[in-house]
């Protein structure tokens, strides 16, 4: 009899590995929002992946990237006034969100290497995760095309202009970032809770039959549906904050009130749809105010962030109806409930962000939310999984060996 699972099982390191890295892009993204509130983005002029690593390590060195600073839009309209030593605060900030950027490319692709040779990961798990290693590439090619939009020269002859990022180009740099942590921490968490499976053959806290048929409940079902849905709200609510408190735009230094606007629970149309961020001479692309003006972009983020809570509390309300209750699985029950204490600091990082005019700990914190209260919900979908096919196969080898 042919005992040999038919897939391979990964090994407990790779859960474990896959985990840190994702630890590592939360913190790389936390990092970039600090760096962005700091004004510090664009203190490094050039993008040197193997040299630059080094910050520079003599009084001539950081003189000559004084020097090159200095040709900045940013320094002649922002930053004229400032010395060699307020060049250095802001230059460590840039440079140390560039060291984790590598180091997560270190962390992640050597360990991917050694997996892959030593077979501890299936190929298509290995293709998957290669995906990803080559995405953390382009991620580091993104970064800097988003860096080189703060530095074009054009901004000194444009009435008005202000030296920051294209936010379209942050915002897709974020959204990149995100893709990462959610591939690294929904692969990494997969794989610990098959290995929990293969140990103690339950599955979010139910025996493996029972737990098929919670899964194949309409009641389920749905919840499950909802609760997909509500993932993704969470993640469009957390890139559109990225423009609202982050990207530049200043859209979180207007209207810190909570929950009015002027006095108002939404702000006059002809603010929202203001024919100046209009392009064209017949004013067609009045749609750009949802994306660059800053009145519009914070009250969007507001309606997303209310539906967002809304729809959190509604996911929570429903752990407790008794039919709903007996048919979900208990560590789907916990997550949901986590889930929503996770949103309801959000709301209160998120209004205290804004009243408080946005200083640099609150914003963070209220990024790093962000992704706490993503990864809440990645738990509680991941809760919702079945085990897979290898995770079974060697559940019932190892129940078999115990009988025999």
Known sequence: MDTDPPEILSAPAVGIWLMISSVLVLAVVVVGGITRLTESGLSITEWRPITGIMPPLSKDAWEEEFFKYKATPEFKMLNHSSSLEDFKRIYYMEWSHRILGRLIGVVFVAPLAYFTITKKISTPLALKLGGLGLLIGAQGALGWYMVQSGMEDSLLETPGAVPRVSHYRLAAHLAMAFG????????GMSIIKDRRFVRTGLASGLPDGSFTVAMNNPIVKR?????????????????????????????????????????????????????????????????????????????????????????????FAQTFRPAWRSMIPPLALTSARAAFAMANVQVLLGISTLIYLVPVPLAAAHQAGSILLLSAMLQLLIALRRPSTAARAWRKLTTAAKKT
């Open 223 to 315: 919840f499950k549906s909802f609760s997909w849905a509500l993932t993704g709200l969470v993640l469009l609510t957390a890139l559109s904050g990225a423009c609202v408190f982050v990207a530049g735009l200043d859209a979180g230094l207007i209207y810190n009130e909570w929950p009015l606007m002027g006095g108002r629970l939404a702000p006059p149309t002809d603010e929202l749809f203001s024919p100046a961020y209009a392009k064209n001479e017949g004013k067609s692309d009045i749609w750009r105010n949802i994306f660059e003006n800053p009145t519009t972009v914070q009250f969007d983020h507001r309606i997303l962030a209310t539906t967002t809570y809304t729809g959190m509390a509604l996911l």
């Open 180 to 187: 990462l942590y959610i591939g690294m921490f929904s692969t």
